[in-house]
């Protein structure tokens, strides 16, 4: 699967975390990447196409997410009448930056989880107007090799 593809599920969204575009580097090459776990400084986008009612026009938005460094995490609501575009950016739900490792003093994961999961809470906005379409798209960048952003879960609805 391309970077960018379309995901049928959103349930699926958060198993594939986030595709790496990297110039040159050929489909299904995951094999000639053994050992690799971080690419400091390149891209990295994932996107889901939603179908919604254009008469509702709130969404909601969360996600349940962990990092050592990332600069940013960025996830960019936009909407169109098309599945296939063109897409107007409608919203920003989250944005994160952290350029600097944060350690708990447990040294227990559990408690990084727990530390990032108190950062973000349930987003909420209420539109001018509602689109037939949604594209969620989370976009993140590893600035070093302590790099790693990792999503366990993502809530988007469109609601009344």
Do not use: C
């Amino acid at each position: 699967m391309e970077a960018g593809q379309q995901v049928k599920s959103l349930a699926i969204l958060h198993l594939m975390v986030l595709l790496v575009q990297q110039p040159g580097f050929p489909q299904g090459g995951g094999a000639q990447r053994t050992g690799w776990t971080v690419d400091p400084g390149v891209d990295a986008v994932l996107y889901q196409v939603v179908a919604a009612d254009p008469m509702k026009r709130t969404l909601k938005f969360d996600l349940y997410w962990v990092t050592h460094t990332v600069n940013p995490a960025v996830v960019t609501i936009y909407g169109s009448t098309s599945e296939h575009g063109p897409w107007i950016e409608v919203w920003q739900p989250y944005y994160q930056v952290y350029t600097k490792m944060i350690v708990p003093e447990s040294r227990v994961a559990q408690e990084l989880w727990r530390y990032y999961s108190q950062t973000t809470d349930l987003e909420t906005i209420a539109l001018d107007r509602g689109y037939r379409f949604y594209k969620v798209e989370i976009n993140a960048n590893l600035p070093d090799k302590q790099g790693g952003f990792k999503i366990t879960g993502i809530y988007f609805a469109v609601d009344d």
